[in-house]
């Protein structure tokens, strides 16, 4: 390793790549800049592939940063230009045109492009039992279905009648006037999206829960509500009510807030 190889290194104004390779090749340098390293030596010591190593240490022979010389039976002698001291326009230029790893593009085959719809269909010759590739691009469409026909149970709603439909049989269910309807709809609607398959069966069994909940003085609105803010696709008695009385107040801290203002509202009244 030559402190005067690696500092020259450094001192140039190059891309990240390029000058991350230089500086490999430098650490093998001795004090007259010449090394032997394997391009798999530098690709193991920057992390770079093979092939950028390559076309990095092509784009360094070509500006003269670096002379391979193979003529004093030293296979591959590398040489650092230490007389290059500053990076002229120039040698960016060719650093930037040839040690272009990735933009290397393969020359355009003269085979023709299976791909490219010809002016003449006849010109692509196809082996037998082949369809060509242009026949199957221009003016494809797919083969019409058949319309589904409904299978199964048909929902048809009419305000409080819920009829059911299909495969020989017609319920219809009535919804009772103590359910409000905006309350029933949306979470029949929530059930939907959750993918209920609503019954009369089921909906029937709906109807007695929230008889029961009703009669036992709970606010019906309040259950499907709930229900359908949780996501719940059944109904449930709502928890520290006692039957017969009257639902607890929502436990949330903006309702708790809520009701001490309307309760200081009322005591400045009274005074």
């Known amino acids: 390793m030559?402190?005067?190889?690696?500092?020259?290194?450094?001192?140039?104004q190059l891309p990240a790549t390029v000058k991350l390779v230089l500086v490999a090749l430098s650490d093998h340098a001795d004090e007259?800049?010449?090394?032997?390293?394997?391009?798999?030596?530098?690709?193991?010591?920057?992390?770079?592939?093979?092939?950028?190593?390559?076309y990095v240490m092509h784009g360094l022979k070509a500006s003269g940063l670096i002379r391979i010389e193979t003529s004093r039976g030293r296979q591959?002698?590398?040489?650092?230009?230490?007389?290059?001291?500053?990076?002229t326009p120039e040698i960016a230029g060719i650093v930037a045109r040839e040690c272009a790893s990735?933009?290397?593009?393969?020359?355009?085959?003269?085979?023709p492009d299976r791909n490219e719809i010809p002016k003449?269909?006849?010109?692509?010759?196809?082996p037998r039992n082949e369809i060509p590739i242009h026949r199957t691009i221009k003016n494809h469409q797919e083969p019409s279905l058949p319309p589904k026909t409904p299978t199964g149970l048909r929902l048809v709603r009419t305000d409080r009648d819920?009829?059911?439909?299909?495969?020989?049989?017609?319920e219809e269910v009535r919804i009772p006037d103590f359910i409000p309807l905006d309350a029933w709809n949306g979470f029949l609607e929530m059930r939907k999206r959750k993918g209920?398959?609503?019954?009369?069966?089921?909906?029937?069994?709906?109807?007695?829960?929230?008889?029961?909940?009703?009669?036992?003085?709970?606010?019906?609105?309040?259950?499907?509500?709930?229900?359908?803010?949780?996501?719940?696709?059944g109904v449930f008695e709502p928890k520290g009510q006692?039957?017969?009385?009257?639902?607890?107040?929502?436990?949330?801290?903006?309702?708790?807030?809520?009701?001490?203002?309307?309760?200081?509202?009322?005591?400045?009244?009274?005074?």
Request: proline share 4%; glycine share 8%.
């Open 120 to 126: 003449n269909r006849n010109e692509i010759p196809t």
């Open 242 to 271: 006692s039957r017969g009385s009257i639902p607890a107040k929502p436990k949330s801290a903006l309702a708790q807030q809520a009701e001490r203002m309307r309760q200081q509202f009322a005591q400045g009244g009274s005074r």
């Open 162 to 170: 819920m009829r059911f439909r299909g495969k020989g049989q017609d």
């Open 76 to 87: 591959g002698c590398v040489s650092l230009a230490f007389d290059v001291e500053e990076i």
């Open 102 to 111: 990735t933009s290397k593009k393969k020359p355009k085959s003269d085979a």
């Open 2 to 12: 030559s402190i005067r190889a690696t500092k020259w290194a450094w001192s140039l």
């Open 32 to 54: 007259d800049g010449e090394c032997w390293p394997s391009q798999a030596r530098i690709a193991s010591m920057t992390g770079l592939t093979d092939r950028a190593v390559r």
């Open 196 to 233: 209920v398959k609503e019954t009369a069966h089921a909906v029937r069994l709906l109807i007695g829960k929230l008889q029961a909940f009703f009669a036992a003085g709970h606010d019906v609105a309040a259950i499907l509500d709930e229900s359908t803010m949780r996501s719940w696709t």
